[in-house]
């Protein structure tokens, strides 16, 4: 049921008609933005903290390779197994090996995006495994079989009637007659079902927030203590991360935690912060291991698009998007919806995401609030500069952008065309407006179009002098 | 600089061909602040539709012919926080850090944050018997941080009173190009902000930046709606 | 070539401009008392805290506190830790189920966030800290420091053990209608008990 990049405008127009969603989407601003506002003018210094953020992820760019060495010696000096895979079809068969050597068959997961951008359920299943989402709002999306539509929040587009619907189809064997219109009836019931497959599950996949390299360590964060039930009960547990997490030490970890959270839903702390380094599998011969992936990530370095590299994957950007606001994150058709997603797409997955970063008005937002400064709407030009320059734009555009640039570099030209148009405009209006245009159809099939004045600025200034 | 600095009026091609009196607002009000205007013949656009558009050949080209015909002033002042932005912000870039695009980027400047910041205006005098809302446009907000200067002078309009929007740090969903390539998601943007604009109870909607001004009025128009737009210039000039 | 070496080249590969390795971060400064702060803290995050002046106290806290929260008088300590007087409770030694509750010593904690800090040892294994619907935890009020880097440093000078938990209140989720919901996976309730020594 995933989305289509390229269908980004019918994905829209569906989205923009779904009263449901539409009201789900309401919350961003209640529960996000204004949870975000409050924790950073409680901090004091936020803007200080921002910039501590943004120097500590340019190092960890700029240094990037040694880094990780670092933190490869420091995990495998730990007892843990580091794994590298250069794309999602390498990270898919080193994940299902170790698996396999493992004789594990039912997998739980921790939240992950890395896992979705290579889409592992998919890969496990269609081997015999069975993967778990235990993250509340993964589980959920997991029944629906469908994709998460928010990087931190998987099921934000959904109302609780619909956790219920997905609930009562898939937990046959509980009471039909059960009560379950409440929040805490939907939480109970997930804990319980849940419980039974971290004590069954064979083996744990979790993400990482950051990779800490002076000490080896793998940092998890969650407030649900999902991410640690799924590597502490089984005896094989699996981290799979992006290389950009990588950063020098926990004191790195320190700063980044304290803009993680407060730019994600506006918590000081999340209540589970998890410092893992080497085996931490409570069973006897437990095996700790992590896969590195480069996925394109390592292409953006030394780019005008580098910086995204930065991101944190805090999705206040999402949240402060008026775009994402407007349509959601399933119009996207990818893993990165927003903002952040309209910098990297078209980087890690290329021209199929042509609208990502072409559908923004550019209003700047998303880099207020962004926690380490990414210049988001800088790197979406960016991408059209070379969609631009790679003849992928529309050809009208291109067309329409080369008359105008023509006469705006031709005064005299300029000047005659303008009072040609004004008067034009003039004549074609009723009632103080123009209703349609044959050329221009994007404006007028929502908006009239004003009646200008009929001369312009520049003729009657010299009529007055 | 002399004691009357010369201003070169930035007058945007939107203003140009569709609001003039807009322009003409601006001038009065810069004479009023004791500037000399000029308005050069030989401008057209800031190239900030090619500039979004990824079209930087385009771009640099515009860029450089502004820089030319303005870096003569003392100031360079357009009624558009969008304009203003693109050579304030952008032409640093576009012309890759040049001295003479960093000149003319030191000094040019949105109209109201002109007025009040650096000619220290403090109100004018212009009668505007109405409730209005004021809409802040994201560049003039975010890059040429314009936000008290307009409203400080519209408080000492006679009979004006601005209610403030509920979400008014939210886009209105014009964007330029934007505005014609995505107009369902386009249009849902309008309507947010003219459903804020109308709980606040005004009459009138008063901006800084004609692009946002024509979209939400035509929007206005075709819901059939009555509510008048105004650029802020206009109020202030007494010329509405 | 193998993929490390493919990344690493790549990586290598690209022109990167240098950044410098940044300044360490000053924290903002906490008020002086560090267990009033810690308990301000805390309790904004629905974590219950009480302040003993005396070990000897321990076993009637708990006592009540099981009362209050309308609990069995049957807690599970994980082997090899000791509270001594909890005659009226019936002591447990094997790991907490999910509407159990588990007791447990915490040798750190940090007052910038009400946090707990819990580096797994074999005497009391992480997952005590997640598997049991209410904890309830024994925190010396010396045991606290300011910020998180500070904790870290304290937990470096002896050798970092494999796991920390950071633990700050109940388990919590907002996934259904972002609306917080307390005991997700993890505990339900929790509460500190904090021991002036």
Known sequence: MNADPRAFKAQARDALNDAKLKSALGRLKTRFALKRQEAVAGYGDFEGLRQAGRAIRDYSIANLDRLLVTFERNVVARGGVVHWARDAAEAQEIILGILRDAGAKTVTKGKSM??????????????????????????????RKEPPSHIIAPAFHLHKEQVEEAFRDAHTALDPNRVLNERQALVAEARAMLRTSFEAADAGITGANFLSAAEGAAVIVTNEGNGDLTRLLPRTHIVLTGIEKVVADLDDVAVLLRLLTRSATGQEISSYVSIMSGPTGERPGSAFHIVLLDNGRSKLIGTQAQDVLRCIRCAACLNHCPIYSAIGGHAYGATYPGPIGAALNPGLIGDSTYHHPNASTFCGRCAEVCPVKIPLPTIMRHWRAKEYADGLAPKAMIAGLGVWAFAAKRPALYRLGAKIMTRALKLMSRDGAVHSLPLVHGWFAVRDFPAPRGKTFQELWRERA | MS????????????VDLVRPQ??????????????????????????????????????????????????????????????????KRHYPEVLKNDPRALALAAKTYELTSFLVNIRGMKAVVAKCPTRACYHDSCSGLREMKVRDQPRQLLKSVDGLTISELSNGEVCCGFGGLFSVKYPEISERMADDK???????????????????????EGRMERQGK????????????DAI | MSARDAILLSIRSRTRAAAPKPDSYRAPIIPFDLVAAFVTKAEAVNTEVRILEREGEIPTAIAEILRAHNLAARIHLPPNSDVGGLGGLTILRDPPGPDDTAVTRVPLAIAETGTLVQPARNASPASWHFRPGFEIAILKASDIVVHFEDAIQKLKAQDLPPTINLITGPSRTGDIEQTLELGAHGPKALAVLIVRD
């Open chain 1, 114 to 143: 890395v896992s979705e951008e290579i889409g592992l359920n998919a890969h496990l299943e269609s081997n015999d495994m069975i993967p778990v989402e235990t993250d509340l709002g993964e589980y959920i999306i997991q029944l």
């Open chain 2, 226 to 237: 009555t509510m008048r737009v105004r650029h802020v210039a206009e109020v202030l000039a």
């Open chain 2, 3 to 14: 004691a009357r600095p010369r201003v070169g009026l930035f007058v945007t091609c939107l």
């Open chain 2, 22 to 87: 807009i322009g003409f607002a601006a001038v009065k009000l810069l004479e009023q602040a004791g500037c000399d205007v000029v308005v050069p013949a030989a401008q057209t656009c800031c190239g900030q539709p090619a500039w979004n558009a990824g079209a930087d050949r385009h771009a640099v080209d515009i860029a450089w012919q502004v820089v030319d015909i303005f870096d003569e002033f003392d100031y360079v002042v357009a009624p558009s926080g969008s304009c203003a932005g693109m050579i």
């Open chain 2, 194 to 216: 003219i459903a804020d604009a109308v709980a606040t109870g005004a009459d009138m909607l008063i901006g800084g930046d004609l692009g946002c001004l024509l979209h939400l």
